[in-house]
């Protein structure tokens, strides 16, 4: 994670803010603290101001408040807590669980609960809740096994035992990462499904008012909250009164209401507008761990399933080039298709494939590729060599869009054609153009905190059917075997050799490559203090926030 500040017209943005009725946004540094003893504030009591509104600007809004989507980890990170938390630089701090220790085949877990805390709705949180969570979970969250996760026992009424089919070094980050809050027993229970996805009840520092759809989510301040994560900077209730989530799907509107100060914290600015954020407001970064936002070659059908063909398309595209063109220093450059940079045991392959025209020209030769038709693309057989590209316009931004477009441009260059299909949200949900007959390219990113990504985008099964998280629909058993066994390694060492072996195997077969980071950058007003992002899913923490007067 990356944090600047300014100073730059504090006190005017506090006036027009008071002028406007209106509130701000902001940031401090994540402080590692134990459950006993959080942090100190930064300034003291008297110089906060509290009982405030902030008003954030988020993109996308999500169908239900939880679920196994990342953009559902932001709101759910609100309203549940979570067994452990993300210290600084990752490493793992309690939260409703005290302490945890590991059986010898590091396959049963088991977890000390806190025993002050209770939901919103009076229940108390203890081992039944924990275990009346997880048929919600495994019910809800369509890659839960993935996690390796099979159940929870009740050992006394402050203890539990979670049990693995497999060793997960990662399974703290899984656990922690915004998708295993839990809610009451008596809500999972007697609550109507859609309670449960638009007010459900946690235990964590607010609580649903209301949520407008196509607008967005009114929170208010559990007073009764009193066990924030290790890592908190303070334990208790919020400082601010209500915090008012906006979902504002266009970048540059986000931004407009940030410098009029009708919102105070403002997601993902368009590129064009970072570095005037960088030096307006502050601002803050962090890379997601899993995967990239990159491209997917369909290796089961198609001209794809030729390696020569997959290599000759990425030689043909400049994708550092791009990223930096059209991202204008907002995002990095990522070439691994397999793992993000901020992901454990991460390979850095940025140099694999150079821009090489030629290149790619000889491999398509080779191919087979060699005629082209008047308007300059590759046949063969009396076919063109021709990809379809659907990508979701709800998850891919304009940016996202204009990159897409420039690599359209680039492959004509050597006899390719790339038909985009955006899709709407509701449509790419729904299951438009996924099926094997349907496209040749995917793009798209994987949010997730452990190595273990490698078996959720490339194994072919999921509960006994295809995995359709595997975009590129990729078989192999060996390999399939092969990340299972660097999975299940104990030696730390040996592990990461294990995981670059396969991260270099994918890269070199060009069966996924990368594009960008999928980042996630905010900007936010210079009187607000104690905004924090967690150091895996880089969720955004208001709990810690408060307002400084600048006058």
């Not at 630089?89 to 396959?107: F, M, N, Q």
């Not at 009451?184 to 609550?191: E, F, G, H, V, Y």
């Not at 006899?415 to 729904?430: C, K, M």
């Amino acid at each position: 994670m990356s944090i600047t500040r300014d100073n730059h017209d504090r006190s005017k943005a506090r006036a027009r803010r008071n002028a406007l009725g209106l509130t701000s946004g902001a940031l401090a540094l994540l402080v590692v603290a134990t459950l006993t003893g959080c942090a100190p504030n930064l300034v003291s009591a008297s110089e906060r101001e509290d009982n405030s509104t902030i008003t954030y600007a988020h993109e996308q809004e999500p169908p239900c408040l939880w679920g196994g989507w990342v953009q559902q980890a932001y709101t759910s990170r609100q309203v549940f807590d979570y067994l452990v938390s993300y210290g600084d630089g990752g490493e793992i701090v309690p939260w409703l669980a005290t302490s945890w220790e590991e059986s010898a085949d590091r396959k049963t877990i088991t977890f000390t609960l806190r025993e002050n805390v209770t939901f919103t709705d009076g229940d108390r949180f203890d081992a039944d809740a924990v275990v009346a969570n997880y048929p919600a979970w495994a019910a809800t969250i369509g890659w839960h096994n993935f996690t390796y996760m099979t159940e929870f026992t009740k050992v006394d009424d402050f203890t539990v035992e979670l049990h693995l089919s497999e060793p997960n070094p990662e399974i703290y980050s899984i656990l922690a990462n915004g998708h295993y809050g839990f809610q009451s027993p008596s809500s999972l229970a007697n609550n109507s499904a859609e309670q449960q996805c638009l007010q459900p009840i946690g235990t964590g520092p607010w609580i649903v008012e209301e949520w407008h759809r196509g607008e967005g989510i009114s929170f208010v301040r559990n007073d009764d909250y009193e066990w924030a994560p290790g890592n908190a900077e303070h334990n208790g209730p919020a400082y601010v009164e209500r915090l008012e989530w906006k979902f504002v799907p266009d970048a540059t509107t986000r931004w407009g209401a940030l410098q009029s100060g009708e919102v105070d914290i403002a997601y993902q600015p368009h590129s064009s507008q970072w570095q005037a954020a960088q030096e307006q407001f502050q601002t803050m970064s962090y890379v997601a761990t899993g995967r990239p936002q990159g491209l997917t070659f369909n290796v089961a059908q198609g001209p794809f399933t030729d390696q020569r063909v997959r290599q000759a398309f990425v030689h043909a595209i400049d994708r550092e080039s791009i990223v930096e063109t059209v991202y204008r220093g907002s995002v990095p450059y990522e070439g691994n298709g397999s793992l993000s940079q901020s992901t454990a045991l991460y390979l850095n392959v940025n140099d694999s494939y150079d821009f090489d025209i030629d290149q790619a020209n000889q491999l398509l030769d080779e191919a087979g590729w060699t005629d082209r038709d008047g308007d300059g693309y590759r046949i063969k057989d009396g076919e063109r060599l021709k990809a379809r590209l659907p990508y979701n316009q709800g998850i891919v931004t304009t940016e996202g869009s204009v990159v897409l477009q420039v690599i359209q441009d680039q492959v004509k260059a050597v006899g390719i054609e790339v038909e985009l299909i955006p899709l709407t949200q509701t449509a790419a949900f729904a299951g438009a153009y996924s099926g094997v007959d349907e496209k040749e390219i995917s793009f798209g990113y994987w949010v997730w905190p452990s190595p273990s990504i490698l078996d959720i985008t490339f194994n072919d099964s999921l509960n006994g059917a295809w995995n359709g998280n595997n975009t590129s629909f990729f078989s192999d058993d060996e390999i399939e075997a092969q990340i299972l066994a660097a999975q299940r390694e104990p030696d730390p060492a040996l592990r990461q050799e294990k995981f670059e072996e396969l991260q270099a195997w994918f890269d070199e077969q060009a069966i996924a490559v990368g594009v960008y980071a999928f980042t996630y950058n905010v900007a936010f007003s210079n009187d607000l203090e104690g905004i924090w992002q967690d150091q895996g899913n880089g969720l955004l923490n208001f709990n810690d926030a408060y307002f400084v007067d600048g006058d």
